[in-house]
């Protein structure tokens, strides 16, 4: 069975700071996903949003796409841009994608995303998916004191972004609401 990373790491940039973790996936992993950023989002005010949609996709990694498979994993990715919003990624294995046929039944926890967030999008294909979501900023704004959170090292911006990597493109199925 392969080693999966579960080393956390963090990018921070002026008001931009980021994280990200990866997890076997595993269903007692989704709780573990939550407590990561928990303690990554501690002073954030869209903190229980943030983690509820995480847990909601994380949820979905595991029980819906090529991530269950022995040896799978997952990637909880967040960034933070303090008094702006909160970008979250979940990363998976891929699979077949079946968000648009499912059953209202079966699609409660991307309504809950749609409802929560500000603009989500699903890309990627049967070789990897990322399901992405913004949650805007409560006002009024609370500051968050500047990493390093235990168990999180912080690590140089490699994409040149700014923003330590942590993007998902809009596709011709993204809306502002998401994927429709």
């Known amino acids: ?54 847990s909601e996709l994380a949820a979905n990694a595991v029980q ?5 498979r022995p040896g799978g994993h997952f990637t909880v990715r967040a960034e933070v841009r303090e008094g702006e919003s909160v970008w979250i990624e ?18 409660r926890g991307l309504l ?9 999008d699903v890309r990627g294909d049967e070789t990897g998916r990322v399901v992405c979501a913004r949650l ?3 006002e009024p704004a609370r500051r968050r004191p500047e990493p390093p959170i235990d168990g999180v090292t912080k690590v140089p911006d490699l994409s040149g972004t700014g923003t330590g990597g942590f993007r998902c493109h809009a596709s011709a199925t993204s809306s502002p609401r998401g994927v429709t």
Not at 95 to 106: I, S, V
Not at 112 to 120: G, P, T
């Open 1 to 54: 069975m392969a080693e999966v990373k579960t080393a956390a790491s963090a990018v921070s940039t002026g008001s931009r700071w980021g994280a990200s973790r990866t997890f076997p996936a595993h269903a007692d992993q989704v709780q573990h996903a939550r407590a990561f950023l928990r303690a990554v989002l501690e002073d954030c005010p869209a903190a229980d949003e943030v983690v509820l949609v995480c």
């Open 64 to 68: 819906h796409s090529a991530s269950g």
């Open 90 to 107: 979940v990363e998976d294995n891929g699979g077949r994608w079946a968000g648009r046929t499912q059953t209202l039944e079966r699609r």
């Open 112 to 120: 809950i995303v749609d409802e929560l967030s500000a603009y989500w």
């Open 136 to 138: 805007d900023w409560p």
